[in-house]
C-alpha cells in the first residue's frame, strides 16, 4: 500500500495478479490490521466506535453495489430495497425463531439475492436507463409491499425490535464489541471481492461490462453474468441489511428507503467505480460527511444563525454538499477518490526525483 | 366487490384523464431533454418543485400579481436550465448512462436542499385568480385548476409538437437527437441546441410547477410528482411527445382506477403504486413505449 517499488520485474500473469504485489505489502496490511483491529478499539471513545461501525457496514453494501455497478456496468436504484429485504428476513427469524446471528446473516443475504435476481431479470432485454426505472420500481414496490404485509414487517409501524446479536454466548453489548464483529464481516467482504473480481466470474463481468455484445460474441453468457452479478451484489446488501439491523437493534423500512440507495451510489461514485479501495473510501466519505457538517455547523453555526435556523440549515445544507459533491467527481474526477489517491502514490513513487 | 356504478367509475375516468394531462406536462420536459441530448433527468420534479418555489416565493414575498410571479417562475427556470446545462452536463457529454443518472440525482439533491434552505420548510400556496368553485358537468365535480391545467398541457403539447414537426429550430434538435456526428457536420451547432432544450424543459416545468403548485401546494413534497414521471414516459416512450400524453392518460386513468377499487382491499397506497407494476410490464412486453424509437445497437 505504502511501498514505493523501483520498477516493474512481473515475469508472469500470476505475479501481475497477485493479492500482494510485494512482499513488504504483507507488511502493510498486518501493520494495518494491528491499527484497526488492536489499536483502535483500545484508545477510541464509544461515540467514535459507533461512527466506525456505520463506515464498517456502509463498506460491505459499496463492496456489493460496485461488484453491480462497477464490475458489472449494470444500474441499480433498487439496493436500499434489497437491504430491506436482508433486514425484514433476518429479523423474523430472529423473532420467530430465535436464530443466531450465523444463520440470520447468510438466510438474509440469500433472500435479498434472491430477489435481486428477479428484479435483475429485465436485464436480459432492458440496459441502461430502462434498467434504471426498472430498479428504482423494485425499490418502491418492495417498499410498499413491506409496509402493507404486516406477515413481513409486523405489524405496528412496520418495524421488528431485534436484540443484539450473541458471540459463543456473549451478548454483543458495547459498541467496542460490535465494532470487532463488523470488522470481521467488512474485512470477509473486501478479500471476497478482491478474490472474486480475479476470479474467472469477474473478468466475465468486466468483459460485460466493457461491451455486452461483443462479450457475448466470445462466449460469454451475458444473461447469466448479468444474473449472477444482480445476485451476489444484492447478498452483499442483504448482509448489509441484517448488520444495519443488528446496530440499530431495530428492523424498519424507512432506514432502507430510496435516499439510501443514492447514498451507496454516490458511495462508489465518489469512490471510484470499479474499485475496491474506492469502495472503502467513499464508504468512509459518505457516512462522515453528515456528521461532519453537522459537528462543523454546530461548532462554529451558532456564531452568526440562531439554533432554530440551524435545525433548518443542516440537514438542507448536507443535502447541498452531497449533490454537489456527486456532481463535482462526475464532472471533475469520475475515477473518484481511488484516483486521486493514486495520483498521490504515483507522485511519490519516484519523488523527489519527478523528472 | 361494490356492485359496479357507472357514476362512480365516470368521476374516477374523468379525474384520471385530468391528472394524466398534468402528468403529461411534467412528463414532456423530460421527454424534450431526452429527445434532443440523450440525457435522462431524474431531476425534473426538483424542477417542478423549484418552479413552485419560485412562483410561491414571488408571490408571497413580493407581492407579485399571479401572471408577474408565473412570468418570473417561467424565466428563472429558463436561466436555471441554461446554467445547468452548461456546468453539469455539457462536461458529461459522451460518458455513461450512470454518469447522466447520478449527476441528475446529485442535482435533483442540491435543488432540493437549496429550496428549502431559500424559501423554508412550510408549505406555500399559490393562488390562481380563477375562483375555486367547482365546475359541474353531468355527475362530475371538476376543481378549475385541473381544468387550467389540462388545458396548458394540451396547449404546449400541441405546441411542441408543432415546434418538432414544422419549425427550423425544431427540425435542426431532432437532427441533432439522431446523430450528433452528422448534424455537426451540417453546420448545426449541437451545444447551442442542448442549452435550448434544457431551457425549454425549464418552461414546461415552471409551467408544471404553477399549475401542481397551485393544486398541491408548494413545499418539497412537490418533488414526489417527479416519481410519476417515470412510468408516464416508459409507457409513452421516452422521446415521443404523443407518448408522454398517451402514457400520462395511461397512468392517471389507471393510478385513480386503483385507487377507487383496490384501496378498500389493501389498505391504501395504490395510487403510487399501480402505475409502477404497469411499467415493469411494459418494460418486459416493450421496453422502447408504445411510441418509442426502437434503437438498434452495433458493436
Given amino acids: 500500500m505504502f511501498h514505493r517499488e523501483s520498477g516493474v520485474f512481473k515475469t508472469s500473469y500470476a505475479a501481475d495478479m497477485a493479492l500482494y504485489p510485494l512482499p513488504i505489502a504483507k507488511w502493510a496490511v498486518a501493520a494495518f490490521a494491528g491499527l484497526f483491529i488492536v ?30 455497478v462497477g464490475y458489472t456496468g449494470q444500474i441499480s436504484i433498487g439496493h436500499g430495497a434489497f437491504m430491506s429485504v436482508g433486514a425484514y428476513t433476518a429479523a423474523n427469524l430472529v423473532v420467530r425463531l430465535d436464530a443466531p446471528f450465523w444463520v440470520t446473516i447468510p438466510a438474509g443475504g440469500l433472500m435479498a439475492a434472491l430477489i435481486g435476481a428477479v428484479v435483475g431479470i429485465p436485464s436480459l432485454r432492458i440496459k441502461g436507463i430502462y434498467l434504471a426505472i426498472a430498479t428504482l420500481a423494485a425499490q418502491l414496490i418492495i417498499e410498499w409491499t413491506i409496509n402493507h404485509v404486516p406477515a413481513i414487517s409486523g405489524g405496528v409501524q412496520a418495524s421488528i425490535q431485534v436484540p443484539r446479536p450473541s458471540f459463543f454466548g456473549v451478548q454483543l453489548k458495547s459498541q467496542t464489541q460490535l465494532y470487532l464483529f463488523l470488522m470481521g464481516f467488512a474485512v470477509l467482504a ?73 447514498d451507496y451510489l454516490a458511495m462508489i461514485i465518489i469512490g471510484g467505480l470499479g474499485s475496491i479501495l474506492g469502495s472503502i473510501f467513499g464508504a468512509a466519505f459518505v457516512t462522515l460527511l453528515p456528521i461532519v457538517t453537522r459537528w462543523f455547523l454546530e461548532s462554529f453555526g451558532g456564531l452568526i444563525f440562531s439554533a432554530a435556523d440551524l435545525a433548518n440549515i443542516i440537514p438542507n445544507l448536507r443535502l447541498i454538499l452531497f449533490g454537489g459533491l456527486i456532481i463535482f467527481f462526475l464532472v471533475v474526477e469520475p475515477e473518484g477518490l481511488n484516483r486521486l489517491w493514486r495520483n498521490i502514490r504515483n507522485y511519490f513513487r519516484v519523488w523527489p526525483f519527478s523528472y | 366487490m361494490p356492485e359496479f356504478e357507472w357514476q362512480f367509475t365516470l368521476v374516477l375516468l374523468t379525474n384520471g384523464v385530468m391528472i394524466g394531462l398534468m402528468y403529461a406536462l411534467i412528463a414532456l ?256 412486453i416493450r421496453p422502447e413505449g408504445i411510441f418509442g424509437r426502437r434503437r438498434i445497437e452495433r458493436v
Fill in chain 1, 39 to 68: 489499536i483502535v478499539p483500545l484508545t477510541l471513545g464509544e461515540y467514535y466506535v459507533s461512527i466506525l461501525n456505520l463506515i464498517l457496514i456502509a463498506i460491505v453494501g459499496a463492496l456489493g453495489l460496485n461488484v453491480l
Fill in chain 1, 190 to 262: 473486501i478479500v471476497g471481492t478482491s478474490n472474486l473480481v480475479r476470479s474467472r466470474i469477474g473478468r466475465a463481468f468486466i468483459a460485460v461490462r466493457d461491451q455486452d455484445i461483443a462479450a457475448e460474441i466470445i462466449g460469454i453468457s451475458t444473461f447469466r453474468y448479468k444474473l449472477i452479478a444482480f445476485a451476489i451484489s444484492s447478498f452483499y446488501a442483504g448482509v448489509t441489511g441484517v448488520l444495519y439491523t443488528y446496530y440499530l437493534g431495530i428492523a424498519n423500512y424507512e432506514q432502507f428507503q430510496l435516499t439510501v440507495s443514492i
Fill in chain 2, 29 to 284: 420536459g423530460f421527454v424534450l431533454i431526452y429527445k434532443a441530448t440523450d440525457a435522462i433527468n431524474f431531476a425534473q420534479g426538483e424542477f417542478v418543485m423549484f418552479a413552485g418555489f419560485i412562483a410561491a416565493g414571488a408571490a408571497e414575498i413580493l407581492g407579485a400579481p399571479f401572471w408577474v410571479s408565473a412570468l418570473l417562475s417561467v424565466s428563472g427556470m429558463v436561466l436555471l436550465g441554461f446554467g445547468l446545462e452548461r456546468v453539469v452536463l455539457r462536461p458529461l457529454i459522451g460518458r455513461p448512462v450512470i454518469a447522466v443518472v447520478m449527476a441528475t440525482i446529485g442535482l435533483a439533491a442540491v435543488l432540493r436542499g437549496t429550496a428549502t434552505l431559500a424559501f423554508g420548510a412550510g408549505t406555500r400556496a399559490i393562488v390562481m385568480p380563477i375562483g375555486d368553485e367547482p365546475i359541474e358537468l353531468g355527475p362530475v365535480m371538476l376543481p378549475p385548476v385541473q381544468v387550467v391545467g389540462a388545458v396548458v398541457s394540451i396547449v404546449f403539447l400541441a405546441a411542441f409538437s408543432w415546434f418538432f414537426l414544422k419549425s427550423r429550430i425544431g427540425i435542426a434538435m431532432r437532427a441533432v437527437a439522431d446523430s450528433q456526428q452528422v448534424a455537426m457536420a451540417m453546420g448545426i451547432d449541437v451545444r447551442r441546441y442542448f442549452a435550448l432544450a434544457w431551457a425549454m424543459a425549464g418552461i414546461v416545468s415552471a409551467l408544471g410547477g404553477v399549475v401542481w403548485g397551485t393544486m398541491l401546494g408548494v413545499d418539497n413534497q412537490l418533488a414526489l410528482v417527479g416519481l410519476k414521471v417515470f412510468p408516464v414516459v416508459i409507457l409513452g416512450g421516452l422521446d415521443s411527445i404523443i407518448g408522454a400524453v398517451v402514457g400520462g392518460l395511461i397512468v392517471g386513468i389507471v393510478e385513480n382506477l386503483a385507487a377507487g377499487y383496490l384501496d378498500p382491499y389493501v389498505g391504501g397506497g395504490t395510487k403510487d403504486f399501480a402505475p409502477y407494476i404497469l411499467m415493469i410490464a411494459a418494460l418486459m
